[in-house]
């Protein structure tokens, strides 16, 4: 089971490309609204969410967890006493956490990317505390997968699936789709 949250202002693009990339490889994928089952994107799209935050689940069927950036919808996710649970529960048994956009930046002030190579939207690299940064799309490293933003939102699906799944998986997926 994989949990996409969202949060009032998320960037709808960073939530939609993975959520459709990992149901293609037959992943259990939920929305979860923070707060409501019906949220607003920051282009103003509203969205009906599968589940909301205070009925979730953390268990050992978690694979993963994502968390689409956007503005205010980092802030939003932060300031979610569930999503900082998730975090939590899957830094500490070692599942994966994907966050794009701002939303790494979330992960640094937890310290969870000391020593990590990481990624994100520009101008919050100070953000990631202890990451070294790095000026590529996307990059995985142990189980954390960040990428910069809406414009690379396909290659950060290609990635989680990379990472839960394989390199091969996420290669074949990329031709299917017809990514360069």
């Given at each position: 089971m994989i949990y996409v949250f969202?949060?009032?202002?998320f960037e709808e693009t960073e939530a939609i490309a993975p959520i459709d990339l990992l149901r293609r490889c037959g992943k259990e994928v939920y929305t979860v609204g923070?707060?409501?089952?019906?949220?607003?994107s920051s282009h103003n799209v509203t969205f009906f969410t599968d589940t909301e935050d205070l009925l979730i689940e953390l268990n050992s069927d978690l694979e993963m967890i994502v968390l689409p950036g956007g503005m205010p919808g980092?802030?939003?996710?932060?300031?979610?006493?569930?999503v900082?649970?998730?975090?939590?529960?899957?830094?500490?048994?070692?599942?994966?956490?994907?966050?794009i956009c701002a939303a790494p930046s979330i992960l640094g002030h937890k310290g969870l990317l000391k020593g990590k190579k990481a990624v994100c939207y520009t101008g919050y690299e100070d953000e990631l505390t202890g990451a070294e940064?790095?000026?590529?799309p996307a990059v995985i490293d142990g189980n954390i997968v960040t990428a910069r933003g809406a414009g690379v939102a396909v290659e950060f699906g290609l990635k989680l699936v990379e990472a839960l799944i394989s390199k091969e998986r996420s290669d074949k997926l990329k031709e299917a789709i017809?990514?360069?």
């Open positions: 969202l949060a009032q202002g923070i707060g409501d089952s019906i949220i607003k980092t802030v939003n996710l932060e300031k979610s006493e569930a900082q649970a998730a975090i939590d529960y899957c830094a500490k048994n070692n599942i994966l956490i994907g966050a940064v790095l000026d590529v017809l990514c360069p």
